[in-house]
């Protein structure tokens, strides 16, 4: 069974400019997750999706960060304008319908804003 | 609210020595409780879970046991590896809260030879 697929693994960008990340979930996942994980910390729920539908985007800084899951599928997470504390490893996980599953983790974006 | 609190690293170990990280939990709800390694550069993998009261859960030599009178789910390994050389995250999820994962803010633990 094929894992999470995030891309870039890596992004460097200048302060307030913009920055998209784009994961693939396993196949037959309901539920996506984005999360930020700052150097030295645990990982930060951003938003959680069930399908097409948001389960929670308490986290996430609607004035600069966007989400989207196309088709229940594949999912884009947005950064306009970037600031330099949004340095951080962004990771998409999925897990199955009917919980509680364990998550499944993509190996994450490594976003430097200079 | 739920939450989860690691014993604070990093944490270094000579091979085929003991290894506990402590890991203790809030939960509103019955929480589910994991351990999950991240290997530098890579993302997290699941370690072990447990689901209920004196669940044990048990991969690679690594054992954690869910004590709700305690709201514990300490790691344990008995000889550790250079190999096991990685930062461990504590994490729990509640049906309540969606199944949201909650992550603790992870032990780096270093094995020497």
Not at chain 2, 44 to 66: C, I, P, R, V
Request: glycine fraction near 8%.
């Amino acid at each position: 069974e094929a894992g999470v697929a995030q891309s870039p693994r890596y992004k460097i960008i200048e302060k307030r400019q913009s920055v998209a990340f784009w994961c693939n979930p396993i196949s037959g996942h309901a539920t996506l997750y984005w999360y930020q994980q700052i150097l030295g910390q645990g990982p930060k729920l951003l938003i959680q999706f069930q399908n097409n539908g948001v389960v929670d985007d308490s986290q996430l800084p609607k004035d600069r960060f966007s989400a989207e899951r196309l088709k229940g599928v594949d999912s884009t997470l947005k950064i306009q304008p970037a600031k330099l504390e949004d340095s951080a490893v962004y990771l998409c996980a999925s897990s199955r319908d009917r919980g509680p599953f364990e998550a499944f983790f993509g190996q994450g974006t490594r976003l430097t804003v200079v | 609210g739920n939450s989860v609190t690691q014993m604070e690293g990093p944490v270094t170990l000579s091979e085929e020595a003991f290894l506990t990280i402590n890991c203790t939990y809030t939960a509103t709800g019955y929480p589910s409780l994991f351990w999950y390694v991240q290997y530098p550069g890579e993302g997290l993998q699941l370690l072990l879970k447990a689901t209920k009261a004196d669940d044990k859960g048990s991969n690679k030599g690594f054992e954690a046991t869910y004590r709700k009178e305690t709201t514990s789910f300490h790691l344990e390994k008995g000889s550790v590896q250079v190999s096991d050389s990685a930062v461990y995250f504590c994490a729990l999820s509640t049906v309540s809260a969606g199944n949201q994962f909650y992550f603790g803010t992870g032990t780096s633990l270093t094995v020497i030879p």
